[in-house]
């Protein structure tokens, strides 16, 4: 059982920048087959943020579409997530996951399906924005 390594959460104030980083040990190198993005969670929901496959397509929640950067270092097993233009309604807790495998399913979007398939989720980092 891999519990990925967050870094990077903290205070900032409205249009700020952050960096997240997510290690990911045995999970991005020597070629493999990936799906790994960031989830966060506010209150009692949880919203998919961003997602990257192992062979470079990435997805956005249209909340951050064109703000947020996801990207990887496979030969460090690293996860990024670089934040920008930081709002008030950015806060939250937020988590990296991956699963070894083609995030697909039956019926799924690649969101979902990496949703329900990681096997490996992050224990979270705190960011919170104040205006």
């Known amino acids: 059982q891999v519990t990925p390594v967050e870094s990077g959460g903290g205070s900032v104030q409205s249009g700020d920048s952050l960096r997240l980083s997510c290690v990911i040990r045995g999970y991005m190198s020597s070629g493999a087959t990936y799906c790994a993005g960031w989830f966060r969670q506010a209150g009692l929901g949880r919203e998919a943020v961003a997602v990257i496959k192992n062979d470079g397509t990435t997805i956005y929640a249209d909340s951050v579409k064109g703000r947020f950067t996801i990207s990887r270092d496979n030969a460090e097993d690293t996860l990024f997530l670089q934040m920008t233009s930081l709002q008030p309604h950015d806060t939250g807790v937020y988590y990296c996951?991956?699963?070894?495998?083609?995030?697909?399913?039956?019926?799924?979007?690649?969101?979902?399906?990496?949703?329900?398939?990681?096997?490996?989720w992050g224990q979270g980092t705190q960011v919170t924005v104040s205006s």
């Open positions: 996951a991956a699963v070894r495998k083609r995030c697909v399913g039956s019926g799924l979007t690649t969101v979902q399906a990496l949703e329900i398939m990681a096997d490996a």
